[in-house]
């Protein structure tokens, strides 16, 4: 797809499409029902945005109504056809030979949602442990099922056959991912390091499978340093559910390592999307880009000038400036997102107003929406504030990039690292608000802290 075609538009007849299943399926399935009320309830998530998989029968006439609403054909496997919804962030849905309706909902292990639901072993698990893909009969209803269903880098509907040197291999990699160095000396040798680990990983998985158990890490490192992260995991844990509803993963980057960073998330399999540009006065930009069998989707955020946007800014050399804006004012005191910082933010989907008031309720604030539009709403946790080394500080200060008042500020309070996203999205609505991210890049940029001190006196 080219940049054009990244115009995101709300798709209100597939939402209702989806809607329709969604309410016949909670209307003749008391489990699920129940499970929907907790979603809500106890981790402020909704039931529809869990949906991975829709499976319908063909008797039914569902793919011509499907397609009405914007859903084609991607796959054919025997009699059962796959239908998508390329315009927006929907489920696929499976028309069979079935003769119920089951709705497939994404955990990042089947294994957990059993246990935590206590489902004995009489429901079977379709697929070995740490496949592409396994999935499992939960809750039985009149006509209606609910499935649960875990992927590692696989969009099939077919569970693969047992593969257990394969599994151990993924385990490994897993283990090793999860326990590489970030702290180098040189930024370097750590692109150099993390380079080597990923094609490792690739070359024994495959690309999709590295992709899936590569972010895994990436969230789990981040989860350690930000305390809204480690509650809201504990809550959904609590269910079995996971991060499965991660929405993206936003990664900051210095100017000089930028294009290292586009190229190990395309050896992962991840293709660019839309670009943003926050404008002269917030001096950002950002690449996403997209990992079509993961579903995993990157938020790369670089400063950026006016005259940089015109080109390929995600591919060709940005030179080192000495004046940083807010992207790499963080980099600068707390490392490469994809090195020693981990991720700023991860972006999950959530009933927003829940979200704020059970956050709240357990001592963790939010801060004010940066969008706030009937099909996207978003909002920061209050940021994770992090210890500076005086080593970076120093840096900062003997290059002119930052005052002594800025440099006596970080030393004694720190600077904002991190954050939680609430996000919340209707009607299938797949874009960003590139006006709202502008607002909270600048709203979130450390020095205005310490100006506000300043004025105070501080």
């Known amino acids: 797809m080219t940049e054009s075609q990244f115009h995101w538009q709300p798709q209100p007849r597939a939402q209702a499409v989806v809607h329709e299943v969604v309410d016949h399926l909670l209307s003749r399935c008391p489990r699920a029902a129940e499970l929907a009320r907790r979603m809500r309830q106890e981790t402020a998530t ?68 059993m246990a935590a639901w206590m489902i004995s072993n009489d429901h079977v698990i379709e697929g070995e442990p740490f496949a592409a893909m396994r999935r499992a009969p939960v809750f039985h209803g009149d006509g209606a099922d609910l499935w649960v269903i875990e992927r590692h880098g696989s969009r099939s509907i077919v569970v693969p056959q047992p593969q257990p040197e394969h599994s151990l291999q993924m385990v490994r990699q897993y283990e090793s991912l999860r326990r590489r160095e970030r702290d180098w000396p040189e930024d370097e040798r750590g692109f150099e390091r993390v380079s080597l680990l990923v094609d490792a990983t690739i070359a024994d998985l495959g690309v999709d499978m590295a992709c899936d158990i590569f972010f895994a890490a990436e969230r789990e490192y981040w989860a350690r340093r930000n305390r809204a992260a480690r509650l809201q995991k504990g809550r959904q844990d609590a269910l079995g559910l996971g991060w499965a509803n991660h929405d993206h ?6 100017r000089p390592h930028f294009r290292k960073l586009i190229a190990l998330f395309e050896r992962l399999g991840m293709e660019p999307r839309e670009r943003f540009y926050a404008g002269a006065e917030a001096g950002w930009g950002a690449q996403v880009l997209e990992q079509p069998a993961c579903g ?38 707390h490392g490469e997102s994809i090195l020693q910082a981990g991720m700023h933010h991860l972006e999950c989907q959530f009933d927003h107003d829940a979200l704020r008031d059970q956050l709240q309720a357990a001592g963790v604030n939010t801060m004010s929406p940066f969008t706030n539009l009937p099909y996207l709403r978003q909002a920061f946790s209050e940021g994770e504030r992090w210890k500076v080394s005086d080593h970076r500080i120093n840096r900062l200060l003997q290059r002119g990039q930052i005052t002594a008042m800025q440099a006596n500020q970080f030393r004694m309070t720190g600077a904002i690292g991190s954050h939680l ?16 991210v502008s607002d909270i890049i600048s709203r979130t940029d450390p020095r205005r802290e310490s100006e506000s001190s300043e004025l105070l006196g501080a």
């Not at 991975?52 to 109504?65: G, K, M, T």
């Not at 400063?303 to 940083?324: I, K, N, T, W």
């Not at 996203?421 to 709202?436: P, V």
């Open 296 to 333: 995993i989707v990157v938020f790369a955020d670089v400063d950026l000038s006016p005259e940089e946007v015109a080109g390929d800014f995600a591919h060709e050399p940005l030179g080192e400036r000495l004046e940083l804006g807010t992207v790499g004012l963080w980099c600068g005191l």
């Open 249 to 254: 993963h936003t990664f900051r980057s210095s």
């Open 421 to 436: 996203e609430n996000l919340e999205r209707n009607d299938g609505y797949k874009g960003f608000n590139q006006h709202g």
């Open 46 to 113: 909704r039931f529809i945005d869990w949906i991975d998989s829709i499976e319908v029968p063909a008797r039914e006439d569902w793919e011509s109504r499907l397609g009405e609403a914007g859903f084609a054909r991607s796959e054919l496997v025997g009699s059962t056809r796959v239908l998508i919804h390329e315009g927006g962030v929907f489920p696929s849905f499976v028309v069979s030979d079935t003769t119920v309706h089951r709705v497939f909902i994404k955990v990042e292990s089947v294994a957990d949602f």
